[in-house]
């Protein structure tokens, strides 16, 4: 069941997206050649906590750390741990803030110095349909016009969209209704409607868009092996147009 939210209970939200994106920030100003993931995620932890913030990935259904950090061809759900990363590595950041009992949900794709033209275009093409996604999020549409957009941008440009992992509600819970995904018709599934609050996240492989789980049951990996990225934002619904309630850069 899809549970709309009162324009205070969104503030609440948002108040809880200022920790996530500056959880994000930290993860960008720090990440770089011969840093660990482990301590990334020990850094954003401490982080979350000091802000009165919980970190809520941690023991979510078992999930052993306070963010998914996915390396080149793993999609979503890494495992923090010794991995070093080096020049030319995708790093794809997931985080998640629970504050007063309402949970942000956001991630990013980060560049470690210097990439390949490939992955320039990927980062900037599953970036701009993120962005492309927001724009249909208007009073009226449908989350099948925000699946179309991702998809259409995605495929224009020659990538994948990974059709077996996708958005979801956002509220007082980490997954809520409606299922968002990343490819569709428009003009179908739930309309929206004011008081919603999605997750919107592209996730795009360079190659084919099938994908695998990996040993420890959490990663999932591009089956062909190739370069894949991941961005995310949560969205309001409001009378005025959409909301961004986590954006990944913030200045007060």
Partial sequence: MIELKTPEQIE?????????????????ATARAGVTTAELDKAVEKFIRSQGGIPVFKGYRGFPASICASVNEMVVHGIPGPYKLKKGDLLSVDIGVSLGGWV?????TIPIGPI???SEQLLATTKQSLFEAVEQCQLGNTIGDIANAVQTHVEA??????????????????HEDPQVPNYGDPGTGPILEEGLVIAIEPMVNVGAPE???????????SRDGSQTA???????????????????????
């Fill in 230 to 252: 991941h961005f995310e934002f949560t969205v309001a619904i409001t009378a005025d147009g959409p909301r961004i309630l986590t954006p990944w850069h913030i200045d007060d």
């Fill in 116 to 118: 390949d033209p490939v």
């Fill in 211 to 221: 994908i695998v789980m990996g040993d420890d049951g959490w990663a999932i990996y």
């Fill in 12 to 28: 609440l939200m948002a108040a809880s997206g200022r920790i996530q994106a500056r959880a994000l920030q930290l993860v960008q």
């Fill in 157 to 174: 440009a020659g990538f994948s969209v990974i059709r077996d992992l996708i958005g979801h509600g956002v509220g007082r819970a980490m």
């Fill in 104 to 108: 942000s949900d956001a991630a990013i």
